[in-house]
């Protein structure tokens, strides 16, 4: 008796929407946050702009080494299938058990959360609490508070869990849409600042010494930024000629990214002195208070709530991918791995990691948990870069359409650039990186449990 073909993804994004994932994703809350820590870590202007700059080539470093994997493995899950084939399916689980319980499923939560925090500076009742729950299960062992504002946000998730599940190409029409408006609004934020902002007066001297721990801190701050950028190798399967692209929408998009933040903060720093930004908790809102008063710190409340919209739209379109890639592979829960017959969509993956996002949205910890698996993530974000070397060397018969310009230095570069930031997290964050790696840990007994059925069948 023959078996029924399995439903498969479709090939429905184009290379735009491929590029918006990146840049759409990419660019979340961080334009408008960072660089308050970075000014106060580093103490000057000049300091500032060199963490983005290192910020970037290691950023980039990393787009051109997944460039290479992209087109050559343009499957679904993208680092898993990467980890999978350079070092075996143990790493491609582990991967995905932690984006699906932490690392995705925390920043869908994180963006949710923070869109409906600048809507509250439109709606102030979103912050009123609307239950509280008598357990000590909240922040600091105290009770557990519901906010009108989080069921706002778990309402915007399942909302854009719906649209994503209802085609591929659905999502990635909104991606360019939401995109195309954040990188205008940003923009518009950007002239503003640089063509209307009167220059302040020079400061006596830095906010702070420059040291290396202070650099190495604002350097961690950036690539949070920064970070994101990979996404759409998540997406490798149902991309429009991948071989070709998956390397323009990493490259271009990674250094469209470069580009925006350079000019943001160099409109920031135009209009506000090292000092008032190190004090600003919102910098672009402020600089657009000195500029246009109250209506332009309304505005870029708009702007950030879009921005955060696009980055998240991106995340819940691309972050179902990994989980149904491992379970296709038989590595995850079976249901899973199905694709849906009608639009062609993992939507049983979809739903899980939605519903799973907005538990933690009512929980409070979705910040916890995300800064728990900074450390274990940034080891796989860099494995998956060395995996160019190992497959070199392992697979040389594997077509490559697009070969890493300046390999083998560049996937070297960000492998010292992970290095860097995974020492850094350990000696500042001891006990957040065991835990990290011990949440991590925890899929082990799933996957040997899942290893063991495939080779029973």
């Not at 961080?30 to 660089?35: Q, R, Y």
């Not at 701050?221 to 149902?238: I, K, R, T």
Request: charged residues 10%.
């Amino acid at each position: 008796m023959e078996k029924t073909p399995r439903t498969e993804l479709k090939r429905a994004l184009g290379p735009w929407a491929a590029a918006s994932i990146v840049v759409g994703t990419v660019i979340g809350s961080g334009i408008f946050l960072v660089p308050k820590t970075m000014i106060q870590k580093v103490g000057t202007v000049e300091a500032v702009f060199a963490v983005w700059v290192v910020g970037g080539l290691l950023s980039l470093a990393g787009a051109l080494s997944y460039a290479e994997l992209a087109a050559a493995l343009p499957e679904a899950g993208g680092e898993y299938a990467f980890l999978r084939e350079a070092y075996g399916p143990l790493w491609g689980f582990l991967y995905s058990w932690t984006q699906m319980w932490v690392a995705k499923s925390g920043s869908i939560a994180t963006l949710a959360t923070g869109f409906f925090l600048y809507l509250t500076t439109f709606f102030e009742p979103l912050k009123g609490v609307i239950y509280t729950v008598p357990l000590p299960i909240g922040p600091k062992g105290g009770p557990l508070e519901i906010q009108y504002g989080q069921l706002f946000a778990i309402a915007l998730i399942l909302s854009l869990g719906w649209l994503n599940f209802y085609g591929v190409k659905v999502g990635g029409n909104v991606q360019v849409a939401v995109t195309v408006l954040k990188v205008a609004l940003i923009g518009a934020i950007i002239l503003a600042g640089l063509a209307l902002g009167h220059a302040h007066a020079p400061e006596a001297g830095p906010v702070a010494p420059l040291t290396f721990s202070g650099f190495i801190a604002a350097l961690v701050a950036a690539l949070w930024a920064y970070d994101g950028w990979n996404n759409v190798s998540m997406v490798s399967s149902e991309i429009k000629d991948p071989q070709k692209n998956l390397p323009r929408a990493l490259i271009g998009g990674t250094l469209c990214v470069i580009a925006i933040y350079m000019l943001a903060n160099a409109a920031y720093f135009h209009v506000m002195t090292p000092s008032e930004v190190a004090g600003s908790t919102r910098v672009a809102a402020e600089m657009m208070r000195k500029i246009f008063q109250a209506p332009g710190a309304a505005a870029v409340s708009i702007a950030a709530m879009i921005s955060i919209f696009a980055a998240l739209n991106g995340s819940i379109l691309s972050g179902a991918r990994v989980p149904y890639a491992a379970a296709r592979d038989g590595y995850f829960f079976h249901a899973i791995g199905r694709v849906n017959p009608r639009h062609h969509t993992p939507g049983v993956s979809i739903i899980v990691l939605n519903l799973w996002a907005c538990l933690l949205v009512l929980s409070g910890k979705y910040d916890d948990l995300f800064n728990l698996v900074i450390f274990a993530s940034w080891i796989l974000y860099g494995m998956t870069a060395a995996a160019v070397l190992v497959l070199r060397k392992r697979r040389p018969e594997l077509a490559r359409p697009y070969r890493t310009l300046g390999y083998p230095m560049v996937p070297v570069l960000f492998l010292i650039g992970a290095g860097v930031l995974l020492f850094s997290t350990a000696m500042e964050r001891p006990r957040e990186s065991a835990m990290g790696l011990g949440l991590m840990a925890l899929g082990l007994p799933f996957y040997y449990y899942w290893k063991r059925k495939r080779t029973e069948q």
